[in-house]
């Protein structure tokens, strides 16, 4: 699914559109109340063009809702944000409308000269060319969001949100979709925020690594090893032991 940015909103949220020379997206001093619940409190983040960036946080964390605030999808919250061009999400679910064969479902509502063309050029990018007349309900777990990821993509987004999209996936097939979006990300380059409960996930995959608690950024690492990346390397064994203690969770519990 994709989202034309900046887009209308209802005050006292700002949407500014970003300078060429800005980070891809910014937030700045965001809120977000669910009736007398406070999820948000004033978070403040930038992702830069070209960077990848993963999202832990213990579940109701406010995690999704950071993202849907980006994707321009809940316009209740407060706050500055800035996105610059187009943001394009794929979800834990591939969303994929059922009566729609799969080349039309990455074509839907795709502005282009030729949709068509442009949707096909995205399935062979992502390996399903073969399968572009093929229904939704025939495609496996991987295939279903090798076809999400296409949809996202040939919007040639900016800003690509992913919203825990390997989570469903067994460990096998993970491991491909894992190779996929980096060799996706390399060639495309759009700044990513990954939204995940994966420690090994964020490790292995970003730049930098965001715990968000208490409804703030509460823990940032970066990370410049160079990708594949071998969840043994030290300085990754390290860092998840890092992230686990800011998650709350205990060595026993990892076992």
């Known amino acids: ?26 937030v700045r001093g965001l809120t977000r109340d669910f009736g007398e619940r406070r999820v948000l409190d004033g978070v403040d983040l930038e992702i830069g063009r070209g960077e990848f960036v993963a999202l832990l946080g213990r579940s109701g964390s406010g995690k999704s809702t950071l993202l849907r605030v980006l994707a321009g999808l809940d316009p209740g919250a407060e706050g500055e944000v800035e996105v610059g061009g187009t943001a394009a999400v794929a979800f834990q679910e591939p969303r994929l409308v059922p009566w729609k064969r799969v080349l039309a479902n990455v074509a839907l509502g795709l502005r282009a000269p030729d949709p068509r063309a442009a949707a096909l050029a995205a399935l062979e990018e992502v390996g399903l060319g073969a399968l572009r007349d093929a229904w939704p309900l025939t495609l496996s777990g991987g295939e279903a969001q090798r076809a999400s990821l296409a949809r996202a993509l040939v919007r040639e ?6 919203d825990e999209p390997f989570s ?4 096998l097939t993970r491991i491909t979709i894992h190779r996929l979006v980096l060799d996706l990300w390399a060639r495309h380059r759009p700044g990513i925020l990954l ?6 996930e964020a490790v292995l995959l970003a730049d930098r690594v965001l715990v968000l608690d208490g409804g703030a950024i509460a823990h940032e690492s970066g990370i410049e090893l160079p990708r594949p990346r071998h969840r043994d390397h030290p300085e990754l064994i390290a860092l998840r032991s890092t992230l686990l203690d800011r998650l709350g969770v205990t060595p026993e519990e990892t076992a």
Do not use: C, K, Y
């Not at 987004?157 to 992913?162: M, Q, T």
């Not at 469903?168 to 460990?171: K, P, R």
């Open 1 to 26: 699914m994709a989202t034309e940015l900046p887009v209308t909103l209802t005050p006292p949220r700002t949407v500014i559109p970003l300078r060429a020379a800005a980070p891809v997206a910014a």
């Open 157 to 162: 987004p900016g800003l690509l949100l992913l």
């Open 168 to 171: 469903a996936l067994d460990a």
């Open 195 to 200: 939204v995940t409960h994966d420690v090994d």
